[in-house]
């Protein structure tokens, strides 16, 4: 059984994920009454319902809101306490135990204690078709037993060891049972009501979100550098779309911070004295998924002849920045349980032909090949929820041009595109997905067989299910780098970049922390000089 207490001593947060600085604003953890962090999205954030709020954009207002019963150290992959003082797992991984800390309260002054847990999750479970991101988490879900007043027990009817890291993402945030009463839909525009150091002000679509300070807040993550009321008073999230313009925000000290720093502004800020913080997201970097249940990708000749025509550094060099990697393995380097298997990532258009002429596929007139009066193309479809996509693809389009593949691109905005893909008409899927456990590869290859991908591997689909049944991270480690090696060998999925996470930052600015999601907390968030 594994079983953790929180101890005296606040964790420090590491100077790689914490920014310090010597600013004019507000001393670095006091808390000033007037002080405003200004912060760039690169779009709108769609949805607040920390429940749906997938993307960057969604999860970084809605993270400041609610509290998660743990944490999970960015260093380290371990889980530590937030909400709850303690936890433990069984050694079957089907049921997981929280002690809640004393004292803590929601915004509108309702008590979170046990039955809060069991409110939420029944909540999840409630809704699940419109709340996904936080159902996954919950796969097997018997009942939450609330033991004493701050004693909860969740109990799966199947062993779901992932869900320990799951506890610690802000899809399983705590609400109050006033915003647990309102439809999901509509708390994605308010009626937002959790512990967290923020409160909800205001949403104004494709405009701004505002945050404003919880007075008496005294509750923060284990990981924090310190404790007490958030260091700013208000947060505004500002919708800037265009990079150009959210640069110059940056430049001219509209903001105090800016998201999706696109690659060619990177060198421009760094000359001019801001800040670029960075960190490779955790989870499924950038891959070409093959569907493979239809031909020609049945065959894995061709899925491997498409990975060796890829040169990932010249896409890296192309269309990103040096802050960005190459692919080492389907898992970014900041995932538990990556392995480095980048020496079968490597370039190689003359195995590519080889493997092509051996199942079946000749050059045509214009270079594309053919089998039995049939075009080697492939019906890709990508969203476009990051930038470089398009760029990214093309080149790729353009690598595998030359080995005699054609790529058929075609863009969908990302809440369409997994409607796209359920039908079953396209050959590969471009994307990744953000989630610092392996756990994400049973999710994004498998789930149970509801993946639209047509995996049917049962060496692969035992390691992935082999990850639920044990807390022994080691043993999560093990089979999970074994399941990437035969994603790599396989090519059931294609890896080419790892996502990172860049941020501007003006002078001064102090604060801004990377979660083990790479996303932001900005409990100690304040402004520099001459901005905010």
């Known amino acids: 059984m594994i079983s953790v207490r929180a101890g005296a001593v606040i964790i420090g947060v590491t100077a790689t994920l914490l920014l310090a600085g010597c600013g004019g604003g507000p001393q670095a953890g006091q808390p000033a009454a007037d002080s405003t ?49 303690s936890f433990k797992a069984s050694d079957d991984a089907r049921q997981f135990t929280f002690t809640l800390r004393d004292g803590v309260t929601f915004s509108d002054g309702g008590r979170v204690s046990a039955k809060s847990i069991k409110e939420n999750f029944d909540e999840i479970i409630q809704h699940g078709a419109e709340q996904p991101n936080a159902l996954q988490f919950l796969s097997g879900y018997r009942r939450t037993v609330v033991v004493d007043e701050l004693t909860a027990r969740v109990e799966f009817e199947t062993p779901n060891a992932q869900f320990l890291q799951a506890s610690a993402s802000h899809f399983l945030g705590l609400l109050a049972p006033s915003s647990l009463a309102t439809p999901p839909a509509e708390r994605c525009a308010g009626n937002l009501i959790g512990s967290g150091p923020f409160v909800l002000d205001r949403y104004t679509k494709n405009t701004e979100v505002v945050e404003t300070r919880r007075e008496g807040y005294a509750w923060g993550s284990s990981l924090w ?22 640069s110059g925000a940056l430049k001219s000290g509209q903001v105090d911070a800016i998201g999706g720093v696109p690659p060619q502004d990177e060198a421009a800020l760094k000359a001019g004295g801001f800040t670029l913080q960075v960190r490779p997201n955790p989870g499924q970097v950038f891959a070409l998924r093959p569907n493979l249940k239809r031909a020609p990708l049945t065959d894995v000749r061709v899925r491997q002849a ?9 896409v890296v060099k192309a269309v990103l920045s040096p802050s960005f990697g190459t692919a080492s393995s389907t898992l970014a380097r900041t995932t538990p349980g990556w ?38 193309t492939l019906l890709t479809y990508w969203s476009t929820n990051f930038n470089p996509n398009q760029a990214a693809l093309e080149l790729i389009q353009q690598q595998a041009r030359e080995v005699g593949i054609e790529l058929d691109l075609n863009s969908a905005p990302i809440g369409d595109l997994q409607s796209k893909l359920a039908t079953g008409e396209f050959d590969l899927s471009w994307g990744n997905s953000t989630r610092p456990d392996p756990d994400i590869l049973r999710n994004v290859y498998w789930q149970n067989g509801n993946t639209p991908y047509g995996l049917s591997d049962r060496k692969l689909i035992k390691l992935l299910d082999g990850q639920q049944a044990t807390n022994d991270q080691a043993e999560r480690n093990r089979l999970a780098g074994q399941a990437q090696q035969i994603i790599i060998d396989e090519a059931y999925g294609i890896p080419v970049f790892e996502l990172t996470t860049v941020l501007g930052l003006a002078k001064g600015v102090e604060g801004v922390r990377f979660d083990s999601y790479s996303r932001l907390q900005l409990h100690g968030a304040v402004a520099g000089s001459g901005s905010g």
Do not use: H, M
């Open 37 to 85: 962090f200004t912060f760039a999205l690169a779009s709108d954030p769609s949805c607040l319902n920390p429940r749906v709020a997938g993307n960057n954009d969604g999860a970084y207002p809605s993270r400041q809101l609610v509290d998660s019963l743990t944490d999970q150290d960015p260093e380290t992959g371990e889980i530590k306490p937030w909400l709850a003082e």
């Open 225 to 246: 550098q310190r404790s007490g009321a958030a260091v700013s008073q208000k947060l505004i999230f500002k919708v800037i779309p265009e990079s150009g313009v959210r």
């Open 306 to 314: 498409l990975s060796a025509a890829i040169d990932r550094d010249a």
């Open 339 to 376: 392995v480095d298997l980048s020496a079968g990532l490597q370039s190689d258009p003359d195995r590519a032909r080889q493997l092509l002429d051996q199942a079946g596929w000749t050059p045509g007139p214009d270079g594309i090949r053919t089998k039995e009066g049939k075009r080697l």
